[in-house]
């Protein structure tokens, strides 16, 4: 079993599914099972917040002695959350790092998914050791992403919303998972839409790798191998845990100890209040 130092909760707030877990942070690997509710219907602050506490009460961890970090869909910065994709409109400009903190009566930390997902995979998973630019992308509700160059987290990416030409709609309202769902779209129906994003993608910002998480992730097999790219792509290690493992590393990081360097501490100093 880790020890207290190295042990840490992630919780992993998404459109549809609230997910946490306990992490030891030397493997990378969860020590609990791990718990998911639904996201309340709309998405407000207040009842997003009772949501996790279910969660946290779940796992047992509702007090302040393991570090938790909290994993978010919008940009996040000085702990505010600027944007609001999949969640109430409420959270623009919303001081949620401290809505949370208050409410749960501890300290967490906070920032954005798709990032959190990227320092997971950095520190254990299929960023590490790259070197150049990796972009991760996260297929779910939305498309989250986060860029790491030579081993250097860049936050609040945002690439799911790149905008298509002549189109009304963004990149993700078109190629996310939830609009294979929504349009009943096939496997190859559904990656020639993606073909369509991670060229533009690519042609964007010429990466080294491209890695893939969110829950659609581990049917890897079923898409990627219809893309034709120039750029390496490949699942994500660590799936939909990404994120739940990215958030306690933040916790770890952000609760001062030395278990959790390197990138971890970059998205603290960068996000931080």
Not at 34 to 47: I, L, Q, W, Y
Not at 164 to 182: I, P, V
Request: glycine residues 10%.
């Amino acid at each position: 079993m880790a020890t207290n130092a190295t042990r840490a909760v992630g919780v992993d707030i998404g459109g549809t599914g609230i997910k946490g877990a306990l992490v030891d942070l030397e493997s990378g690997s969860l020590l609990s099972d791990r718990v998911k509710v639904a996201t309340p219907k709309g998405a407000e602050p207040a009842d997003v917040l009772a949501a996790v506490r279910v969660v946290l009460d779940t796992l047992g961890v509702a007090d302040a002695d393991v570090p938790l970090g909290v994993a978010f869909p919008a940009i996040v910065k000085h702990g505010r959350t600027l944007s609001a994709a999949n969640v109430a409109d409420t959270w623009i400009g919303f001081e949620a790092e401290k809505f949370f903190e208050d409410g749960l009566g501890r300290d967490i930390h906070f920032a954005n998914d798709a990032d959190v997902a990227g320092v997971a995979e950095l520190r254990f998973g299929a960023a590490r050791g790259v070197s150049g630019l990796t972009i991760l992308t996260t297929l779910g509700t939305g498309i989250g992403s986060a860029m790491i160059h030579e081993g250097v987290l860049i936050p609040n990416s945002e690439l799911g919303h790149l905008q298509r030409a002549g189109e009304a709609t963004d990149a993700e309202a078109f190629a996310a998972y939830s609009a294979m769902e929504r349009d009943q779209l096939d496997w190859p129906e559904w990656a020639a839409r993606l073909q369509w994003y991670y060229s533009h993608v690519e042609f964007l910002f010429s990466p080294d790798l491209f890695i893939v998480g969110g829950g659609v992730s581990k049917h890897a097999d079923q898409f990627l191998p219809l893309l034709d790219l120039t750029t390496p792509i490949v699942p994500a290690v660590h799936r939909n845990n990404a994120g739940i493992i990215g958030a306690a590393a933040l916790a770890l990081a952000s609760d001062g100890t030395d278990a959790v360097a390197g990138v971890a501490d970059t998205l603290v100093d960068a996000t931080a209040n």
